[in-house]
């Protein structure tokens, strides 16, 4: 199934896709569907329908309780930085409050002239899990998403902890759907990913190279912490990053990026001026 969160006039819809429409689920987002412990029944409902066709994406879940991020999770992109292979992942945190929808602009900060975009697999929660074994992990899996983890580089760097240059407001795209395992060849995908600035490709790599999958990351974070349903893991970018490249390159008012994963989707974002 490929579900998705959509804006309407009366607020915000769980939705399922079917053909060229979209059917409500009776859920305001995809954060209550999979609070319930059926969700998988639930979304297969009937209900009213939406078109496809000019639909307004919200954040697949509008209202996570927790986004956590894996930075160093691509072999090209560790080289490229020029850092050595971890042996555990580099976690970091975002909030609700950074999420976009996969068609909504990106407005870029004033504070920063160093905005860099990330494409990212990402891992939507859909079952309470506490220290999970292999098995708990990959059932807790409700689907995949793309993600966008836009970055201010200046700000991300101003300190050897990255937080503060990744949690500006309103600036990370995801969506437009979660996508259930069965879709993209379970829970541990081999997928495409691509970044695409005005035309030109700037990340592509394949999933399948990811050096801590989806299973184990939700493992090794649920032993620190519950994951509730609805929390999304970022599972990392390949190489093909701005601040990457000499010389550097960032996002400026006027740009579009595509950010895209084979079987997800794509987010089609416009830079705009604060």
Request: proline share 6%; charged share 25%.
């Amino acid at each position: 199934m490929k579900l998705a969160t959509i804006r309407t006039a009366d607020g915000t819809r769980a939705v399922r896709l079917d053909g060229e429409v979209l059917v409500d689920l009776g859920y305001a987002d995809l954060g209550e569907l999979f609070a319930e412990a059926d969700w998988r029944e639930r979304a297969a409902a009937s209900g009213a329908t939406y078109p496809v066709a000019g639909a307004d994406f919200a954040p697949v879940v509008p209202h996570p309780s927790k986004v956590v991020c894996v930075g160093h999770n691509y072999t090209n992109h560790i080289k490229e930085m020029g850092r050595d292979l971890p042996q555990f992942p580099t976690l970091f945190p975002k909030f609700a409050e950074t999420l976009l929808g996969a068609g909504d602009d990106i407005v870029k900060p004033a504070e920063t002239d160093a905005l860099d975009w990330e494409v990212e697999l990402a891992v939507v929660i859909g079952k309470r899990v506490r220290r999970a074994d292999e098995r708990q992990a990959a059932d807790a899996i409700a689907g995949f998403t793309v993600m966008n983890d836009i970055s201010a580089r200046d700000w991300q760097f101003r300190t050897i902890e990255w937080t503060q240059g990744k949690i500006w407001e309103a600036t990370t795209p995801v969506g437009p759907y979660v996508v259930t395992p069965d879709e993209v060849g379970g829970v541990r995908p081999a997928l495409q990913v691509r970044t695409v600035v005005d035309g030109e490709v700037r990340q592509q790599d394949d999933t399948g190279t990811l050096l801590f999958d989806p299973v184990f990351l939700v493992r090794y974070i649920s032993t620190v912490i519950t994951l509730r349903p609805g929390d999304i893991i970022a599972t990392g970018t390949p190489a093909g990053v701005g601040n990457a490249r000499e010389p550097k390159v960032f996002l400026h008012p006027g740009d579009t990026v595509v950010t895209e994963i084979s079987g997800l989707g794509a987010c089609v974002n416009k830079v705009v001026e604060a």
